[in-house]
């Protein structure tokens, strides 16, 4: 290839191979899905999905291949979401609103292709899946800088969802504007946290002396710098290109390691994997006292189960201060040792979900 009419005529040849395989697979995919139909098997496996970008990864590196894991990762998401479309279309529920971080990471997941509800609050988000109005929800559960999402635990622990997947998503927060020039913005919007989080930004581009409107979602701060003059937003990428703004900065916040951790939602059990995650609420029967957290903990080290999480909650049913412990541990519930730890505390523990870990 000599000249770049030449690249390009190669890059139509390979697309259009691409395209042919794309559709071979797709072919398949129908017929997966008329057999997971047929035996009503769940169609969404993530941990099927990350043993195919595990092992895609690992032939790109062995061959040389100027892919990288996550660039594999990115194209294949993409693909797994329109497969999972055309086997059995569904419906996912996320806290919103739109242009929300869940709701990027909702589609992160599940492609631009499916079909999204955006709900006002977690709670909604728990009742819109317990009553089969959606098949899927995404909601966050914990942040590195904020810490656990209390809500979301609540409603675990007391809900018939459980957790089938979970992802952790950088969050990364964009300046946007119509305005061409930087003086001519009179007016800031975004969340109180957004301008929290920003706050060397703000004063390196002289902005403390602008007018700094706190507003309840940082797609609502899109919508009004798309609709205002002489105003911008501090919001998501998503919110961004989806309202129609501008982004004149983008990964502006103080912190550049801030991410948060969200769980997808639904109503099946997850199939054993090779690296499992699984989380449980335990209400101690003896409460705190007298070493009754130690020698819970202390069934399951001798199991060697590992611990990554353990968060107190209030006990909502119990009068005075007493606590239930939400837990994260390496494994699958239905591991031997782990059903071997957990049959001396049956009446002490709900299960909330086995999956496949996310990359953090």
């Keep these: 290839m000599k000249t770049l009419d030449d690249c390009r005529s190669a890059i139509d040849s390979i697309d259009n ?3 042919e395989l794309l559709s071979k697979r797709m072919s398949v995919v129908k017929r997966v899905g008329d057999i997971k139909h047929e035996s009503g098997t769940t169609v969404y496996r993530p941990e099927r999905e990350k043993a195919i970008i595990e092992r895609l990864a690992q032939r790109s590196e062995e061959s ?5 894991k996550g660039a594999i990762e990115a194209i294949f998401l993409e693909v797994f979401a329109v497969a999972r479309n055309i086997e ?14 869940t709701h990027q990471a909702a589609e992160n997941r599940f492609g631009g292709m499916s079909e999204y509800l955006s709900l006002s609050s977690i ?5 819109t899946l317990e009553s089969k109005r959606a098949k899927f929800g995404v909601v966050p559960i914990e942040n590195s800088r904020d810490g656990i999402v209390g809500e979301t635990l609540d409603y675990l622990a007391k809900s018939s969802v459980k957790i089938v997947a979970e992802l952790y998503m950088p969050i990364h927060m964009s300046f946007v504007t119509k305005v061409h020039k930087l003086e001519d913005i009179k007016k800031i919007y975004s969340k109180d946290k957004g301008f929290g989080q920003c706050r060397d930004f703000l004063h390196e581009h002289g902005f403390m002396n602008v007018e700094l409107i706190p507003v309840e979602s940082t797609a609502t701060a899109a919508i009004l710098a798309a609709k205002e003059p002489n105003s ?23 912190e550049i390691d ?16 090779q690296d499992d995650k699984t989380s449980i609420f335990v ?31 209030p006990a909502r049913d119990k009068g005075g201060f007493g606590y239930w412990f939400f837990m994260d541990f390496d494994g699958h519930i239905d591991d031997k040792r782990v059903q071997k730890a957990i049959s001396k505390h049956q009446d002490e ?7 496949a870990k996310g990359l953090n």
């Design 258 to 273: 801030n991410s948060t951790r969200f769980v997808i939602l639904s109503d099946f059990k997850n199939a054993i994997s």
């Design 123 to 127: 709670h909604a988000v728990f009742k």
């Design 232 to 254: 911008a937003a501090i919001c998501s990428h998503i919110a961004a290109k989806l309202y129609g703004v501008p982004t004149l900065f983008e990964n502006i916040e103080d």
């Design 349 to 355: 523990v709900t299960w909330l979900g086995s999956y």
């Design 88 to 101: 059995l279309p569904e419906r996912i529920a996320y806290l919103g609103p739109e242009g929300s971080f």
């Design 64 to 68: 040389g291949s100027v892919l990288n």
């Design 283 to 313: 209400r101690l029967e003896d409460g705190v006292e007298a070493g009754s957290l130690v020698r819970f903990l202390e069934d399951f080290n001798n199991e060697k189960i590992n611990f990554s999480k353990i968060e107190s909650r």
């Design 17 to 19: 191979e691409i395209l």
